[in-house]
C-alpha cells in the first residue's frame, strides 16, 4: 500500500515592487503575454530553480485529478513533487507617482509547493506621463533603470532604483 500524500494547500504569496518614479505614473505589466520571470523553490524539498522561468495569465494548464488548473505545473528535479502556481489577475495593479518610494503588491499568486523567491522584471511595462498622459510602451525593467523623453511635457522621464519583495498574504 503507497503512502498518499496530501494535496500542498494553496498559499497566497504577493509580489511587491518599489521605485522612483520621474514624471511617469500608472506603471504596470501589458497584457496577458506578460511574462512573470521568477524564480522558485520547492516547498517539500527545498530545491530552487537554477534557471529564470516565466509564467503569463494566458498559459493555463490543468492540474492532476481535475482540481482545477494553474498558470505552471512543474514536478520537482529532486523530491518529484508535483508543484503549481497560478497568477490571481484580479490582483494585478498598477505602480502610481504616489506610490513612489514605498513598496506596493503589483500581483498575488496562489501557490501550491512552488514559492516565488526572486522575479526578475523585464520588457513589457507600460506607463504614462504624469502631466501630458504619453503612453510609453515596452517599457523593459531589466537593467532596473529606464529613461526616455516626453515630447509633449517637454521633461525626461523615468524609473529607478527598481526593488522588490515577497510577502505572504
Not at 51 to 56: A, E, H, S, V
Not at 87 to 107: C, G, H
Not at 115 to 130: K, N, T, Y
Request: a negative charge; one cysteine or more; aromatic letters at 8%.
Amino acid at each position: 500500500m503507497g503512502v498518499r500524500r496530501r494535496p500542498t494547500a494553496a498559499e497566497k504569496i504577493a509580489l511587491q515592487l518599489k521605485a522612483t518614479l520621474e514624471n511617469v505614473t500608472n506603471l504596470r505589466p501589458l497584457g496577458e503575454d506578460f511574462r512573470w520571470y521568477l524564480k522558485m523553490k520547492c516547498g517539500n524539498c527545498g530545491e530552487i530553480s537554477e534557471k529564470w522561468q516565466y509564467i503569463r495569465l494566458m498559459d493555463t494548464v490543468a492540474l492532476k485529478g481535475g482540481r482545477g488548473s494553474a498558470s505552471m505545473v512543474q514536478k520537482c528535479k529532486l523530491c518529484a513533487r508535483e508543484n503549481s502556481i497560478e497568477i490571481l489577475s484580479s490582483t494585478i495593479k498598477s505602480y502610481n507617482a504616489e506610490d513612489n518610494e514605498k513598496f506596493k503588491t503589483i500581483v498575488e499568486f496562489e501557490c501550491r509547493g512552488l514559492e516565488p523567491i526572486d522575479f526578475q522584471p523585464q520588457a513589457g511595462f507600460a506607463a504614462e506621463g504624469v502631466e501630458s498622459g504619453t503612453v510609453f510602451s515596452d517599457i523593459n525593467l531589466q537593467e532596473k533603470d529606464w529613461t526616455d523623453y516626453d515630447e509633449k511635457a517637454q521633461e525626461s522621464v523615468g524609473i529607478y532604483e527598481v526593488t522588490h519583495q515577497f510577502v505572504k498574504c
